[in-house]
């Protein structure tokens, strides 16, 4: 990463606030659904759906709009919702053969979908001239790709980050640094506890992400193509070393935590760090009442951190009437640069050239963002993204909600780790 920068820089970058939307957290109206068709002036309609809050959807109509009046003769259906309701919804949809002909995706559902037959390999799109498969940053392509096949282009790009109460490390005396350790991270969070009566993390050990790069960290992945990648006796020790950090109070305590919401543990003050990734840590500043910045992932060894960019992306449905059509929308929306500007980092920091040097972000906490995954991606750590099987999405749910259970202390450890592996069994056998 470049020398030039001294460590504060490298490592404590100011986030500050939007709104839940960002999250894809709050609801709204579900358009009218309906086939996509061809009128008699040979004009064509295309349905597409996504998941998000109320500004992402303003957002997109308003990059709607720009599409229609380039292209006049394809007219474009929206379809929007919140996050659980949209899953839920396609699932409905693809099992009846009548999926949106574009739709917003992320990689826990490209096998799931491809496994069904659901998702279109846009390679073919791209070789007819009709989707550009240039000019994406990072190499975060790869995320959307299966077994050879594009059925994923994404929009955006993120990864994980630890948001810190920047008033609370500091009244401490701790500092977030480069190279941290795991070791490091808890000896700081004893520090605040001590010094500030205050739990130093909201529970880590909960968001199936983040252990994924502790594995990742240690030479394995929670998932391969087919399976998990670690054992039932690294999950009990996982989860054992956090329950044990709840009932010390080093981790809040859950039932304050549930009891905050829908704001975060971090923004509630009920803790001086939270893990999340980059690009919803927006959020804490229109949420809580201190500074919030980004640090950097603790590590095993000094140097790993196991990251890789995450990102959102568009997908098409194998049965489209109009796959022409499709693809020039999405090389749309991924392209150019009007759209970039509108759409900003609500989906990730802007995935291809054109967008991303089109969108400079004003504000403290966009350009937090920016500079966070840039300090990341020079630092050299970010390696290729983890496979998610067929079943993934299943796996993740049910990870947080056993995970939750540790925490409550619900379910012991041991017996937590056992039902994970057999539910998700069950989910890749599905």
């Known amino acids: 990463m470049g020398t030039s920068r001294n460590v504060e820089r490298r490592t404590i970058l100011k986030a500050a606030g939007a709104t839940a939307a960002t999250l894809g957290l709050a609801a709204t109206t579900t358009a009218c659904g309906g ?87 846009l390679k073919a799109q791209a070789d007819a001239g009709n989707l550009n498969l240039e000019n994406f940053r990072n190499g975060v392509l790869a995320n959307g790709q299966v077994d050879g096949k594009q059925i994923g282009i994404p929009v955006g790009a993120n990864t994980m980050a630890l948001v810190i109460d920047q008033k609370a490390f500091k009244k401490a005396g701790v500092e977030a640094k480069f190279g941290w350790t795991w070791n490091d991270y808890f000896a700081a969070l004893q520090t605040i506890q001590d010094k500030l009566k205050i739990a130093g993390d909201t529970g880590y050990f909960a968001i199936m992400y983040l252990y994924d790069l502790y594995l990742r960290q240690n030479g394995k992945a929670f998932f391969t193509d087919s399976a998990l990648g670690f054992t039932e006796a690294d999950l009990t020790q996982w989860w054992e070393d956090g329950y044990k950090r709840v009932k010390s109070g080093l981790v809040a305590d859950p039932k304050k935590i549930e009891q905050a919401k829908p704001k975060s543990g971090l923004s509630a003050g009920l803790a001086a760090s939270e893990f999340t990734w980059d690009n919803f840590s927006i959020r804490y500043q ?145």
């Open 35 to 121: 086939d996509s068709g061809t009128s008699a002036d040979g004009t064509v309609t295309i349905r597409y759906a996504w998941w998000g809050g109320e500004p992402r959807t303003i957002a997109i109509k308003k990059t709607i709009a720009l599409f229609e009046k380039k292209y006049p003769k394809i007219k474009i259906k929206p379809e929007f919702t919140d996050y659980e309701a949209f899953w839920e919804k396609f699932q409905t949809q693809a099992s009846g053969g009548n999926p949106p002909d574009v739709f917003q995706n992320a990689v826990g559902f490209l096998r799931k979908y491809d496994k069904r037959g659901v998702l279109m390999d």
């Open 286 to 430: 229109g949420e809580g009442d201190s500074d919030y910045g980004l640090a950097p992932i603790p590590t095993t060894d000094g140097k790993n951190t196991g990251q890789y960019l995450g990102s959102l992306m568009l997908s098409a449905f194998s049965g489209t009437k109009h796959p022409k059509e499709v693809a020039q929308f999405i090389d749309f929306m991924v392209h150019d640069p009007e759209v970039g500007k509108i759409m900003g980092y609500d989906r990730g920091i802007l995935a291809t050239t054109e967008q991303y040097d089109a969108f400079k972000p004003t504000d403290p906490n966009n350009k937090g963002v920016a500079a966070y995954e840039d300090e990341v991606a020079k630092a050299g750590v970010l390696g290729k993204i983890t496979p998610h099987p067929s079943g993934a999405d299943v796996v993740e749910a049910a990870f947080l909600r056993i995970g939750a259970e540790v925490s409550q202390g619900k379910t012991k450890p041991a017996d937590a780790a056992k039902a994970l592996f057999s539910e998700a069994k069950a989910a890749f056998a599905g």
